[in-house]
Each structure stands twice: as structure tokens, then as C-alpha cells.
């Protein structure tokens, strides 16, 4: 019986969420890429609970998804302008339509295990991060990938069991971080009608300006009525 509990490990529940504060405190620029995201975690992901190797025979059980959320919208707001949690990715929600010009969406694979024989919590874990960036159409535009690794001694371990997870999806995130910001994406396609609108209010500007000059000539007597008819629609029909 004592042989047989010793061979049948447990599962025991770690915390593995990032510390957010060492997420925000790590910038590596102060200028934030100009888009607008959203990223998405599924109610699926979110409740998954994996299980992977401890010390002594034993396992640990965790929810990476769930655990690493804060500190992934904290990250990537350290990369973006600004960034939204979104509940769904469907094509015909306004929510994307309007707001969002990309969607991340974290993938993550975590192993882990031990060097001790006698105390179960992991002194070695890994997180492997890709992040799926995509149009809102639902169009690849990269899967930049991060993988992240984390250690702990023994003191560490027993005073917090999942510290070597903790410090993997830290480095995780701060290795996608820099990949974000270096990461090839679109022009966003408010920026071509932005330039448009821009030109646009340019044109207008100038010629509310030749129209008022126009007049001016008009009410000096510089030039009659007819004159000044010819050469107000001259510049009306140049729009």
C-alpha cells in the first residue's frame, strides 16, 4: 500500500500568473505602434487546466490562459496604442468593425519538471507563447512565437510553488514584446482616408480662400459682375 501511494503521484494547483508590474516596468520604446487591438481568449482556452510534471513523482495542474491574461494585456499595451479585450471575434461585430484594426490571439504550450526527488513544485518550466495576429476579416498577418523559460531553487519553490512558471510566462511576454514591435504589419486603412480627408480639407481650404479674394477684386471695382461670375464658376467647377 505504501509502495503503491508512493508510485501514484498528485496533481497539486500552482499559480503561474505573471508579476504585471515587472510586464509594465520593462518598455522598450516610448513610442506605442499606432494601431488599434483587440485581443481574444476563447471561454475554452480560458478554462483549460493542463497538467505537467513536478518533483517526486508528482504533477502540478495550472490554467495558463487564465493566469497569463493581465500580464498579456498588459504587454501588449506597452507595444500598442490601444488595446481591447474582446469577447468575441465575430466577422460582423461592430466592435471590430468599427474600433479594432488587429487581433491578437495567444497560443501557449507549457512543459515543466524537477530536479528534486523529495518536494513536488517545478524547479524548471517553459512557456511557449505564439501570438496570431489577424485582420479583422479573419486574414493571417504574422504568428510571431516566444518561448520562455523559468528556474527556482529549493528555498524559492517552497515558499512559492509556482515561481518557475511565474518567471517563464514573464520572459515569454517580454520576448514577444520586443517581437510585437518589430513584427511587419499593414498600413491601417483608416491611414489611406485619413491622408484623403486631409488633402480634401486642403483643397476646400484654399479654394474658400480664392473665392474670398475674388469677392474682394469684386467689391474694390477691380472687376465687374460679369467678371466676377466668369471666374467664380471657373473655380467651383476646378473642384
Known amino acids: 500500500m505504501v509502495i503503491s501511494a508512493l508510485l501514484t503521484g498528485c496533481a497539486h494547483p500552482i499559480i503561474i500568473s505573471p508579476d504585471e508590474q515587472k510586464i509594465s516596468s520593462n518598455l522598450s520604446s516610448n513610442d506605442n505602434r499606432e494601431y488599434t487591438v483587440g485581443y481574444y481568449i476563447s471561454p475554452k482556452d480560458k478554462a483549460l487546466e493542463v ?18 491574461e493581465k500580464g498579456y494585456k498588459a504587454m501588449l499595451s506597452n507595444v500598442f496604442v490601444s488595446v481591447t479585450k474582446l469577447d ?3 466577422k460582423s461585430d461592430s466592435q471590430l468593425q468599427n474600433k479594432i484594426d488587429l487581433i491578437l490571439t495567444p497560443k501557449i504550450i507549457t512543459t515543466s519538471g524537477s530536479t528534486g526527488f523529495f ?15 489577424t485582420s479583422v476579416d479573419g486574414k493571417i498577418i504574422s504568428e510571431p512565437r516566444a518561448v520562455g523559460t523559468g528556474g527556482a ?12 512558471g ?16 518589430n513584427v511587419e504589419l499593414p498600413q491601417k486603412k483608416n491611414s489611406t482616408n485619413l491622408v484623403k480627408s486631409a488633402k480634401k480639407e486642403s483643397s476646400d481650404a484654399s479654394i474658400l480662400e480664392r473665392l474670398k479674394s475674388l469677392k474682394e477684386l469684386k467689391d474694390s471695382g477691380l472687376i465687374n459682375e460679369e467678371e466676377f461670375k466668369s471666374k467664380k464658376k471657373e473655380i467651383i467647377e476646378s473642384l
Do not use: C
Not at 513536478?54 to 497569463?68: A, E, F, L, Q, T
Not at 518536494?119 to 495576429?133: E, G, K, R
Open 119 to 133: 518536494t513536488w513544485p517545478p524547479t524548471n518550466f517553459s512557456v511557449d507563447l505564439t501570438n496570431t495576429i
Open 166 to 181: 511565474r518567471r517563464a510566462i514573464e520572459d515569454a511576454l517580454l520576448k514577444s514584446q520586443v517581437m510585437l514591435f
Open 153 to 164: 531553487s529549493t528555498s524559492e519553490k517552497l515558499s512559492e510553488h509556482g515561481i518557475a
Open 51 to 68: 497538467t505537467t510534471l513536478g518533483g517526486g513523482g508528482d504533477n502540478v495542474r495550472y490554467y495558463p490562459y487564465r493566469d497569463i
Open 88 to 90: 468575441s471575434i465575430d
